[in-house]
Structure formats: C-alpha cells, structure tokens
C-alpha cells in the first residue's frame, strides 16, 4: 500500500530552535509539494518540486524557511530559527506529473512553537 | 488573497439527507477542480474531480456541479453518512510551471452528519 510518510509526526520545540521535516513520497512519483494548514489560511502551499528540482516557493518565508529534496526519496522542510507563529499542521503531498491535480497527501507533522 | 473560496466553516445534517458543500473561486485560468476529504490527524484524501469543461461529475453518492459563469462548485452527497464527517477541502488547478501540478485550496467546510 504506497503512501507519503512523513517524520515526525508530533514536534514540540521552543522558539529559535531549528526544526526539520521530513517526508518520503510515494515510489515513482517525481512531484513533491509541502502545505501548512492554518485556520485562516487553509492549506496553503509552501513549496514544490518537479523531479527533486524547487519550482515554486514562493509562499515559504525565505528568512527562515528552507526546503530541499536531497535525493528522490526524501523531501525536507525546516524552519530556523522557529517561531511561535510556525506552529500549525506541516503536510507534505506527492504526485506525478500529467496526472491533473493528483496529490497524494502524508498524514502531517503538528508543529507546536513555544 | 483566497482564490479558493468555502465560505461555510461548518455544517451539520441529519444521517440520510443531502449535504451541500459550496465553493467559489476567483480565478478563470483554474482547468481542474477537486474535493478531498479530511479526518482529524489524517492527511487529506482525494474524493471527486471536476474538468472546466464539464458540468457534472457523479461517483456514487458524491456528484460535484460546475458553474463556470458564477465560477462556483459545489459537492452533494447523498445521501449523507456519519462516516461522511470530516472536513471538505475544494481545490483548483493552475495549469503552470509546465505541468506541475498547482493546487489552491479552499479553507475546508467541516460536515457533520448527525445520526
């Protein structure tokens, strides 16, 4: 049964602390997007990746927001230094290309800044 | 600035009836729209799609209708399950970024079906 994992999936960290993501996409999928869901904003998109190469991120704080696919397996997202304002559900979605609007979400990672 | 709109955070119907689930975007470029469907502490999963260039698309219990001219979509599921409870999320394709897919989302519509 392929899925995205995604590690961890609780994180409680204080502020200024650097926290990383991480997120496995399903096995042959070479799109790798990553949310935040927030209240008021709803998912919104953070960053996204088409054959492990950034092609949008544009909705990612650049100051502090850092995301990379070091290799096809593993897609990261960290936040340094980490606010309290940081704190929402990270999620990490993959698909393939061609294949309209498919996304296969993970089950998320609940960021709690203190 | 929401392209994706669902206006009604919440929603509850009686096991049984139709649940109603509303939609509006603002950008006439979107080719593609969808509805997932979210449990708490699950990522969302993909429910029903709709192409621009249709009006209807019906899958079981769940159609989803197309008004292009009101740049309006809605979800109906009928009829309505307690398994049904979760929070809806409409999306819309931008055909960019040579075809990498970019979803917009709306801010969810939680349903409750009330046994």
């Known amino acids: 049964d392929a899925r995205v994992t995604q590690t961890p999936r609780d994180k409680v960290t204080e502020m200024g602390q650097e926290v990383t993501m991480r997120c496995q996409p399903i096995?042959?999928?070479?799109?790798v997007f990553w949310y935040r869901q927030t209240m008021m904003q709803g998912l919104e998109l953070l960053a996204y990746?088409?054959?492990?190469?950034?092609?949008?991120d544009s909705g990612m704080p650049k100051d502090r927001f850092s995301a990379e696919m070091p290799d096809a397996t593993l897609a990261t997202l960290k936040i340094q230094p980490s606010e309290p304002r940081d704190s929402a559900v990270y999620f990490c979605?993959?698909?393939?290309?061609?294949?309209?609007?498919?996304?296969?979400f993970g089950p998320g990672t609940r960021l709690t800044v203190l | 600035d929401q392209q994706v709109k669902q206006n009604s955070p919440s929603l509850s119907v009686q096991e049984g009836r139709i649940s109603i689930l509303n939609c509006d975007y603002t950008?006439?470029?979107?080719?593609?729209f969808l509805w997932y469907k979210k449990y708490p502490a699950e990522g969302p999963t993909f429910l029903i799609s709709?192409?621009?260039?249709?009006d209807k698309n019906e899958d079981g219990r769940f159609t989803v209708f197309l008004n292009k001219s009101a740049k309006h979509l809605s979800l109906h599921i009928v009829p309505s399950q307690p398994g049904d409870s979760a929070v809806y999320f409409c999306?819309?394709?931008?055909?960019?970024?040579?075809?990498?897919?970019?979803?917009?989302f709306g801010t969810g519509t939680r349903l409750t079906v009330i046994p």
């Open positions: 979605a993959s698909g393939r290309t061609g294949v309209v609007g498919e996304q296969f």
């Open positions: 990746f088409r054959n492990r190469a950034p092609l949008d």
């Open positions: 999306a819309a394709n931008h055909p960019k970024g040579g075809g990498a897919n970019n979803l917009f």
């Open positions: 950008n006439s470029m979107f080719d593609y």
């Open positions: 096995l042959g999928h070479n799109t």
């Open positions: 709709i192409s621009s260039i249709k």
